[in-house]
């Protein structure tokens, strides 16, 4: 490939990121070590490496040792595995010193893992970026060989979208009754409008939403999967977020595309939802009383930004408030996080966290009529499973219930809960 494209290429990033301008975010990065940076679309993940490449040149870092390669560039579509090794000359022929690389969505590069490994092997500095697949942990332990640590890039927390649209949330502001109320307002907007860093620029976040789903879907699910029936993996991204709070198994999922008319085999549907979870654009978490067998089969599925949940929804606060907990859950616990079903002992359990000893209900409003429920389930499951010590129901409006059983529970709203998560002191 031709060294002065290449070349022109990178110095016309260093262009967009000097212009660029960044907000910090709780997610640290070094270039003492070599990174993978993977999650949704326009999560930010680029913006963490620019912020990266600024503080390089604070400390005296020279510009032309910077090399940022943005492979989304339709100038290197015709880019193969061979022509990577150009980069390297390119970077000697802009510097005598030492290179620091910044790949953003190498894996557009078929056999581009050889080529990272081999950087890594001669200690280069590089940083890389991927959403999609390709770049899911399984296959990046695979492919790189544990050459590089892998973090996963979300759109704003709470906290983060607080600090982008300028509003103070610490100690002070929570209790202090109008700032307080100003970030009860964010945390409404946060729910139906979610974390995506670009969003907050645009005036129609709905439109804006709507362009990266659609990238995410056609791009990253139907394309890159080469899927011809394109729209029966709208329909199943319709139908999950339609059961948002709720297990889906694939066989209702099946039955709900065939009784629209939709012609798709059951194995169809498995692959399908496996691209989309691939994508990151869902993910799920399983019942704690299944088999290891039966868990895969009636998951719980989660949007990863309520903005995109919310494009589906009309009037549906009780699954963004869900939505919003799992997501923050998800984020912390990873893996460990779960939902409790039981048709032998009757409880139904929103969140699970075994390693906080924790059981957690979600809950729109605590009333009266709603609280009797709330607090029997997990009063009834602190019973059931042995160490449980830690019961909580997060609302989104302030407690109004007179239930006696109230003081063995903690009640947080979400935008305390978003904030402070489960370090929170007992509400009691």
Same mark, same amino acid.
């Given at each position: 490939?031709?060294?002065?494209?290449?070349?022109?290429?990178?110095?016309?990033?260093?262009?967009?990121?000097?212009?660029?301008?960044?907000?910090?975010?709780?997610?640290?990065?070094?270039?003492?070590?070599?990174?993978?940076?993977?999650?949704?679309? &326009?999560?930010?993940?680029?913006?963490?490496?620019?912020?990266?490449?600024? &503080?390089l040149?604070?400390?005296?870092?020279?510009?032309?040792?910077?090399?940022?390669?943005?492979?989304?560039?339709?100038?290197?579509?015709?880019?193969?595995?061979?022509?990577?090794?150009?980069?390297l000359?390119?970077?000697?022929?802009?510097?005598?010193?030492?290179?620091?690389?910044?790949?953003?969505?190498?894996?557009?590069?078929?056999?581009?893992?050889?080529? *990272?490994?081999?950087?890594?092997?001669?200690?280069?500095?590089?940083?890389?970026?991927? %959403?999609?697949?390709?770049?899911?942990?399984?296959?990046?332990?695979?492919?790189?060989?544990?050459?590089?640590?892998?973090?996963?890039?979300?759109?704003?927390?709470?906290?983060?979208?607080?600090?982008?649209?300028?509003?103070p949330?610490?100690?002070?502001?929570?209790?202090?009754?109008?700032?307080?109320?100003?970030?009860?307002?964010?945390c409404?907007?946060?729910?139906?409008?979610?974390?995506?860093? $670009?969003?907050?620029?645009?005036?129609?976040?709905?439109?804006?939403?709507?362009?990266?789903?659609?990238?995410?879907?056609?791009?990253?699910?139907?394309?890159r999967?080469?899927?011809?029936?394109?729209?029966?993996?709208?329909?199943?991204?319709?139908?999950?977020?339609?059961?948002?709070?709720?297990?889906?198994?694939?066989?209702?999922?099946?039955?709900?595309?065939? *009784?629209?008319?939709?012609?798709?085999?059951?194995?169809?549907?498995?692959?399908?939802?496996? +691209?989309?979870?691939?994508?990151?654009?869902?993910?799920?978490?399983?019942?704690?009383?299944s088999?290891?067998?039966?868990?895969?089969?009636?998951?719980?599925?989660?949007? $990863?930004?309520?903005?995109?949940?919310?494009?589906?929804?009309?009037?549906?606060?009780?699954?963004?408030l $869900?939505?919003?907990?799992?997501?923050?859950?998800?984020?912390?616990?990873?893996?460990?996080?779960?939902y409790?079903?039981? *048709? =032998?002992t009757?409880?139904?359990?929103?969140?699970?966290?075994?390693?906080?000893?924790?059981?957690?209900?979600? +809950?729109?409003?605590?009333?009266?009529?709603?609280?009797?429920?709330?607090i029997?389930?997990?009063?009834?499951?602190?019973? +059931?499973?042995?160490?449980?010590?830690?019961?909580?129901?997060? =609302?989104y409006? $302030?407690?109004?219930?007179n239930?006696?059983?109230?003081?063995?529970?903690?009640?947080?709203?979400?935008?305390?809960?978003?904030?402070?998560?489960?370090?929170?002191? %007992?509400?009691?």
């Amino acid at each position: 490939m031709q060294h002065d494209l290449i070349k022109r290429i990178i110095l016309e990033q260093h262009e967009v990121i000097r212009r660029t301008e960044i907000i910090p975010r709780a997610i640290p990065l070094s270039s003492e070590i070599n990174q993978v940076l993977t999650g949704i679309r &326009r999560a930010g993940k680029s913006t963490l490496l620019y912020s990266l490449v600024k &503080r390089l040149v604070a400390d005296g870092i020279s510009w032309m040792r910077i090399i940022y390669i943005n492979f989304e560039d339709e100038r290197l579509a015709e880019m193969t595995a061979a022509d990577l090794n150009d980069i390297l000359a390119v970077q000697s022929e802009m510097s005598d010193q030492k290179g620091y690389f910044f790949f953003d969505e190498i894996q557009n590069v078929p056999g581009w893992e050889k080529f *990272a490994r081999r950087m890594a092997d001669r200690h280069e500095s590089v940083q890389i970026t991927g %959403s999609n697949a390709k770049m899911l942990s399984r296959e990046i332990q695979s492919t790189l060989g544990g050459r590089y640590l892998e973090i996963q890039v979300w759109p704003y927390s709470f906290e983060e979208y607080l600090n982008a649209v300028g509003t103070p949330h610490g100690e002070t502001e929570l209790i202090e009754t109008v700032a307080h109320g100003r970030i009860r307002a964010g945390c409404a907007a946060y729910l139906e409008e979610g974390g995506f860093p $670009e969003s907050l620029r645009y005036p129609s976040k709905r439109d804006y939403l709507s362009g990266v789903y659609q990238k995410i879907l056609l791009g990253d699910v139907v394309v890159r999967n080469e899927i011809r029936n394109s729209n029966a993996v709208a329909l199943i991204v319709k139908k999950i977020a339609e059961t948002v709070m709720h297990d889906v198994s694939y066989a209702k999922l099946y039955g709900s595309l065939k *009784a629209i008319g939709i012609k798709i085999s059951k194995d169809s549907v498995i692959d399908y939802v496996s +691209c989309i979870t691939d994508s990151f654009l869902l993910f799920k978490i399983y019942n704690f009383f299944s088999s290891f067998s039966e868990r895969e089969s009636t998951p719980k599925y989660y949007f $990863e930004d309520n903005g995109l949940l919310n494009l589906f929804l009309t009037d549906k606060r009780s699954a963004l408030l $869900e939505n919003a907990v799992a997501v923050w859950l998800k984020r912390h616990y990873g893996n460990e996080v779960y939902y409790i079903k039981s *048709a =032998t002992t009757g409880l139904d359990i929103d969140f699970y966290v075994p390693s906080e000893h924790t059981a957690i209900q979600v +809950c729109l409003q605590l009333n009266e009529q709603s609280s009797g429920r709330e607090i029997d389930n997990l009063i009834k499951a602190s019973a +059931c499973i042995s160490g449980l010590d830690r019961l909580i129901i997060i =609302t989104y409006d $302030e407690a109004v219930s007179n239930n006696p059983e109230l003081s063995k529970v903690e009640v947080l709203p979400i935008d305390v809960f978003l904030l402070k998560g489960l370090n929170h002191a %007992s509400a009691g």
